[in-house]
């Protein structure tokens, strides 16, 4: 199984960016999607998160600017972030609980991380 995360990059302070992770290769079932962040130094931490019946969670940092939402059929989630501040900058990191086979184990997987900067 493997994710394949996009859509980061360099962003003014204000400015929006649409995260997208997709997940492929021997699935049954996807479970709960999420993204991380993480920064040089610090430990990642949970920016959002995604059940597959829609249910959202999100850290309080990121709450009322960002939304996180999911496409089942095509196994990808999103994280579109708005009014982006310099503090959001960080390596971004999609994660998706995943059954491999009827009634298998929910393994977790991460993607590679995508930079977001947000400077001016």
């Known amino acids: 199984v493997q994710l394949q995360a996009s859509g980061g990059g360099l962003v003014q302070p204000g400015g929006s960016l649409r995260l997208s992770c997709t997940a492929s290769g021997s699935i049954f079932r996807v479970n709960a999607m999420g993204w991380y962040r993480q920064g040089p130094g610090k430990q990642r931490e949970l920016v959002a998160a995604i059940s597959t019946g829609g249910v959202t969670d999100y850290a309080d940092s990121v709450k009322g600017r960002s939304t996180i939402s999911r496409d089942n059929v095509l196994n990808t989630v999103y994280l579109q972030m708005n009014s982006l501040k310099p503090e959001d900058t960080d390596v971004y990191y999609c994660?998706?609980?995943?059954?491999?086979?009827?009634?298998?184990?929910?393994?977790?997987?991460w993607g590679q991380g995508t930079q977001v900067t947000v400077s001016s």
């Open positions: 994660s998706a609980g995943v059954a491999r086979a009827y009634g298998g184990i929910n393994w977790t997987y």
